[in-house]
């Protein structure tokens, strides 16, 4: 199976406790990042694929190494292979590293990496995945999807935010978990509710 996500920021401190940005009720980092890892893990199975859409983490050390061994451990907890969609808080030199500590794994790496976006086709959809979301014009067959909004939407029927902190979950039958990436079908509902929402407009 194939989910989504973007923007879990593992490590970021300034996201703890309910600030304007990104409201994050966790006392400490480490609080947070458990949460997602087991809200992950309990959702994505060790043969599926996660794309996560930018933003991974927000933690830098000098050296270098400590802070993207960190990281490492982190994606290595979580369950599926990484097709990573690099975001402003990700820099090439944690996509290096990664690449250079990839692995196989239900014979394909372990993690792949995309500087700018990628393309799926799904239920005679289109799904453009980047971390900015993108202003694709009259497309109604071609979705993107994207993150580094966080608690805000695009107001644009064809862009959905699939971040942790994404409000449009408010389209979802069921709520998602914290930190649990999105399945095409809870992709398929938002898509679906977001242009119910925006036809009752006119």
């Known amino acids: 199976m194939k989910f989504f996500t ?27 990042n458990q949460e997602i890892i087991t809200d992950w893990n309990a959702k994505v199975s060790e043969t599926d694929t996660v794309y996560h859409l930018g933003d991974i ?10 802070s993207e061994q960190a990281v490492l451990d982190i994606l290595n907890e979580l369950h599926g292979n990484l097709v990573l969609i690099k975001g402003n808080h990700d820099n090439r030199a944690l996509f290096k590293f990664l690449d250079k500590n990839n692995y196989q794994l239900n014979g394909k790496p372990k993690f792949e990496f995309h500087d700018v976006g990628t393309l799926i086709k799904y239920d005679h959809r ?10 694709l014009g009259i497309a109604p067959q071609i979705i993107n999807l ?6 805000y939407a695009v107001n644009i ?11 449009e979950t408010d389209y979802l039958s069921e709520k998602v978990p914290f930190g649990a990436p999105f399945s095409l079908a809870e992709i398929g509902q938002m898509v679906e509710g977001k242009r119910d929402d925006f036809n009752k407009r006119r």
């Open 6 to 32: 973007a923007d879990t920021h593992f490590y970021h401190e300034a996201l703890l406790g309910m600030s304007d940005f990104a409201p994050r009720p966790f006392l400490t980092v480490e609080d947070m």
């Open 57 to 66: 983490a927000l933690y830098f050390t000098k050296p270098a190494r400590v």
């Open 126 to 135: 289109q799904y453009y995945l980047t971390h900015y979301p993108m202003m």
């Open 146 to 151: 994207h993150g580094h909004i966080h608690h």
């Open 157 to 167: 029927k064809e862009n959905i935010n699939v971040g942790v902190d994404t409000p």
